[in-house]
């Protein structure tokens, strides 16, 4: 099977909001599964040090973590060329707004969001090779 059917069977998935799709074509066997490009989580204090992975929030703030969800390339940029950035510092996000872009195998997934509020931080740069369940922006919900 050809990388061009393989990148036909994800648009079909996205395409009709399918879960997962498995495929057979004589020996070859494909499976895939989608996955969300985010996970956020209400966070407290934390006694450990701040490190890549990790954000100490102070106990009386509610924030909301977006995580990286898979190893990639994050990218804050919709093209290459472009000086544009989805999102920036101060700005205001609704829930699915997309804030970014992970590349990994030449596969482009949207990162979004699920929660509406303001962009507190950005915790990583264009380019940057991220980690699964690495923190990439903190966001300020409009619950608050």
Same mark, same amino acid.
């Given at each position: ?13 996205? =395409? ?9 074509? &004589? =020996? ?41 969800? #898979?190893? &990639? ?5 919709? $093209? ?9 510092? &101060? ?8 804030? &970014? ?31 699964? $369940? #690495? ?10």
């Amino acid at each position: 099977m050809k990388m061009d059917n393989i990148k036909e069977l994800i648009q079909l998935m996205k =395409d009709n909001h399918l879960k997962s799709l498995k495929v057979k074509d &004589g =020996d070859l066997e494909i499976e895939l599964e989608a996955h969300s490009n985010y996970s956020n989580k209400v966070v407290e204090s934390s006694s450990s040090p701040e490190t890549n992975l990790e954000k100490s929030v102070p106990k009386d703030s509610k924030l909301i973590e977006i995580r990286s969800t #898979q190893i &990639g390339t994050f990218y804050t940029q919709p $093209d290459e060329d472009s000086t544009d950035t989805f999102v920036k510092v &101060g700005d205001k996000v609704t829930s699915g707004d997309q804030i &970014g872009l992970i590349e990994i195998m030449k596969l482009f997934n949207e990162v979004r969001v699920d929660h509406s509020g303001v962009i507190e931080e950005i915790l990583v740069t264009n380019g940057e090779l991220v980690e699964y $369940d #690495q923190v990439l922006m903190l966001l300020r919900t409009e619950e608050e």
